[in-house]
């Protein structure tokens, strides 16, 4: 055990996976960097730092730097895990789904099925999520909830390091395409992690705190802010189980069923935005399956049906915040 | 442009096999096209009549190691790959026993066995994923080739030029077959390739490249030979046109009225690569005429078989209709 941040844990788990297993193999853009150029190589070690290191180890046949061809690339990573290798395919930012959703929404999600079951697509696609860095409108989305919307994906949205490590780690021994989402704010986070490596399997969820008067359901980065918000309830005397489902496909109902058996009352915390998104899937099915056990309508912390600006006083409105959760628990406990 | 020109003569045996294959694609689309205009097809269909030499060509250098990815006009390929007939047959009809238990249906043919990978709806994709074949085939050190079987107008989406160049970037054992059929749906190529030349992509990103008459077996088979070749050997990938004659509409029940009048008799009477290798055999390699008509009767027997048991196959188990979503279900 030691002190990791989530981006170590990241690299962890693939440079785990990669010595467990010879046919992981990673592909992406930058993975090394510094591809025919007269610098260095291993130059970025990933757009985002994660895979520094990797290259050295594995070499550049394990290690594929690709062009800026999401396209090409992602659906060379489908057709690579249908015949048999286990890749780990890199998006840097998941607003550029745009450019492959053939390949990820028809090929890697339909694969198995459309062929009747003949064949498994085990590829892990890894990449970014969230807002707060000033990026704008087309590298700040978390795009999570239209993964979730394909039945044949899984969708993994870890919170801490530990998670992140342990799910990562499933994710690439799992069978499916898995789409791994990391919070770019949450990178230089850091806690203790297990120095061996572990797998947390898909599906459940973590109880975050107990309370028992409100039930608070938050994904990702949110989970940090609602913990914040849940604490300074406490405060006020009001108690809420917090839970992270940390896989919205499969999603764990049977976690959040039995606190709002309990609390009667639900809010959901989710930086994707308020139509279509996790949230509403996740108010419909507690709406339809608990009804009677609501004590109070469900309520949404969401971002507004916007999309994300760039400017910082306009995107610290766009992000929910802990006094937007605080409110909307405290409207739910006046019912 | 860089030319394939080695020489690359098909045996007797192999063009027994090429015609025996070529035979079999052309009946099987006359009858599908009888059954589909007699209301007995349920679903969409798009016939691949007219361009049996590219697919029986490039299979006839195909081993268990490759893979081949079709395209939705797929009955050809899969048939030249050797997938079973009736479970073809049973797959177009959305059957129980069809190939993808009838999930699929026809554009997405597939066998795993055979490693041949069905088509994707979008079209294009498959060149992308026949990189990852490629890839994977490298990765393991099986001195094999993935070939992508292309239309023309899947040559017009990006993830085609995404793949000319990731292949060459990669090196990896691919041969893209562009089979060019002068229609992209109901839009000409004069009108949507823009220079009119698929095979002048090649050389652009660094490949081998060639376009050859989709209407002689002899040329196809020479130009598939040498480019399966040089991926297998270690020289990357390469780029085929084969100028290949539709003798259909795009799908079936298209009136077909962007074609000029009389355009497809003269092409079934000048450009049917069928006719054309029959009358070669016999001329050139002392087949007779007996021995050739012996073949098809063969061929029509089985045509028969498999369109009888695909009418009075039932239905797909209706569990199927959850199952094979997941590989893994835990958590779900």
């Not at chain 1, 990791?4 to 992981?24: F, G």
């Amino acid at each position: 055990m030691s002190v990791k941040s989530y981006r170590a844990a990241i690299r962890e788990a693939l440079e785990h996976e990669m010595q467990r297993d010879p046919d992981v193999v990673l592909i992406g853009q930058d993975l090394a960097g510094g591809a025919g150029g007269g610098g260095e190589d291993d130059a970025w070690g990933g757009p985002m730092a994660v895979t520094k290191g990797l290259v050295g180890k594995f070499g550049r046949e394990r290690v594929l730097d690709t062009p800026v061809s999401e396209a090409a690339s992602i659906g060379a990573a489908v057709g690579a895990a249908a015949a048999g290798l286990r890749p780990v395919a890199e998006l840097m930012f998941c607003d550029f789904i745009g450019v492959c959703c053939d390949q990820i929404l028809n090929q890697a999600a339909k694969y198995r099925y459309t062929f009747g079951g003949q064949d498994q697509v085990p590829l892990t696609i890894r990449t970014t999520i969230g807002a707060g860095q000033q990026l704008g409108s087309q590298h700040s989305q978390a795009l999570y909830p239209l993964f979730s919307y394909f039945p044949g994906l899984k969708v993994v949205v870890p919170a801490t390091a530990y998670d992140a490590k342990g799910l990562l780690a499933t994710a690439i021994r799992d069978n499916d395409p898995v789409i791994f989402c990391e919070h770019r704010l949450l990178y230089r986070l850091r806690e203790d992690v297990p120095d061996e490596s572990y797998t947390i399997p898909f599906g459940e969820a973590r109880i975050v705190e107990e309370g028992g008067d409100v039930t608070v359901v938050a994904l990702s980065r949110m989970v940090h802010v609602a913990a914040e918000a849940v604490r300074a309830l406490r405060e006020d005397g009001i108690d809420c189980d917090l839970i992270d489902p940390r896989t919205t496909t499969p999603l764990d109902t049977d976690t959040i069923f039995d606190s709002v058996e309990a609390t009667g009352r639900l809010v959901i915390v989710d930086e994707a935005g308020p139509r279509c998104g996790t949230a509403s899937d996740i108010a419909a099915i507690v709406a339809e399956e608990m009804f009677n056990a609501l004590r109070a309508p469900i309520r949404r912390v969401t971002p507004p049906y916007a999309p994300v600006p760039a400017a910082p006083e306009l995107e610290r409105s766009y992000v929910p915040d802990a006094s937007r959760i605080i409110a909307a628990v405290r409207s739910v406990m006046e019912r | 442009m860089t030319e394939l020109s080695t020489p690359y003569a098909p045996s007797r045996e192999g063009l027994r096999g090429a015609y025996r294959t070529m035979r079999r694609i052309r009946c099987f689309e006359e009858r599908l096209h009888a059954e589909f205009a007699a209301g007995r097809v349920p679903s969409s269909v798009h016939l691949y009549a007219g361009q049996e030499a590219s697919a029986a060509a490039i299979c006839a250098h195909l081993g268990a190691q490759d893979y081949l990815h079709n395209t939705h006009r797929a009955h050809g390929p899969a048939i030249a790959r050797g997938a079973d007939l009736i479970a073809i047959t049973k797959e177009i009809y959305l059957r129980a026993g069809g190939l993808c238990q009838g999930k699929g249906g026809s554009p997405h043919l597939h066998d795993a066995r055979l490693r041949l990978i069905g088509a994707n709806g979008g079209v294009g994709s498959g060149a992308a994923l026949a990189c990852g074949s490629a890839l994977a085939i490298r990765h393991r050190q099986e001195n094999g080739v993935a070939v992508a079987l292309l239309g023309d107008g899947a040559c017009n989406q990006g993830v085609v030029s995404e793949s000319f160049n990731l292949a060459s970037v990669w090196k990896l054992p691919v041969v893209f077959a562009i089979e060019n059929n002068g229609y992209a749906e109901a839009t000409a190529t004069s009108y949507a390739i823009a220079g009119d030349n698929l095979a002048a992509r090649g050389p652009a990103f660094g490949m081998p490249s060639t376009r050859v008459d989709g209407a002689d077996y002899f040329a196809v088979h020479e130009a598939a030979g040498v480019a399966i070749e040089c991926a297998r050997s270690g020289g990357g990938p390469s780029l085929v046109e084969i100028m290949a004659p539709r003798f259909y509409g795009h799908y079936e029940g298209d009136a077909q009225k962007y074609r000029a009048p009389g355009e497809v008799a003269e092409l079934r009477r000048t450009r049917d690569c069928l006719t054309r290798l029959r009358q070669r055999m016999i001329d050139e390699y002392q087949f007779s005429t007996a021995e050739i008509d012996a073949m098809d009767a063969e061929i029509g027997v089985d045509i028969d078989r498999a369109f009888a048991e695909a009418a009075a196959a039932p239905p797909p188990d209706p569990a199927l209709l959850m199952r094979d979503i997941y590989a893994d279900r835990s958590g779900l």
